[in-house]
């Protein structure tokens, strides 16, 4: 079952997937989500958890913060981390940082035409 962003009250279990949703004009409270309620999230044993990223535009320095320090406890708890939908800026800027291996990604919808080629191997097509 999947429900819209806007409509959630706490983050569905979706097959053994744990899902949040970050969008733009709710980045903040995405994140704070991310970061407070991790451990009611795998309480359930989830193998993974999904952070579908399609509603933001581009990823901000604290949202990434947010994954990676997620990553690390989910790490700990063999629960794999996926960003789901990440637009060509997002997955532009994880790339330039150095941390586009760092997180899973699936669901790409854009195609690397148009980037350098030296931004080309590697992308979710």
């Known amino acids: ?8 009250q706490e983050a569905p279990v979706v097959d053994d997937d744990a899902v949040v949703w970050l969008e733009d004009g709710r980045l903040t409270e995405g994140i704070a989500e991310l970061r407070w309620g991790l451990e009611d999230l795998l309480s359930n044993g989830e193998s993974t958890l999904v952070i579908d990223v399609s509603r933001v535009e581009r990823l901000t320095a604290a949202s990434v ?28 800027m994880l790339r330039r940082t150095g941390l586009q291996g760092a997180i899973d990604m699936e669901g790409a919808t854009w195609s690397t035409q148009g980037l350098p080629k030296s931004l080309r191997g590697g992308f979710c097509s």
């Open 1 to 8: 079952m999947r429900h819209k962003p806007s409509d959630r």
């Open 65 to 92: 913060a947010a994954m990676l320090w997620a990553k690390r406890r989910c790490m700990a708890r063999r629960v794999r981390v996926v960003l789901r939908n990440p637009s060509r800026r997002s997955v532009h």
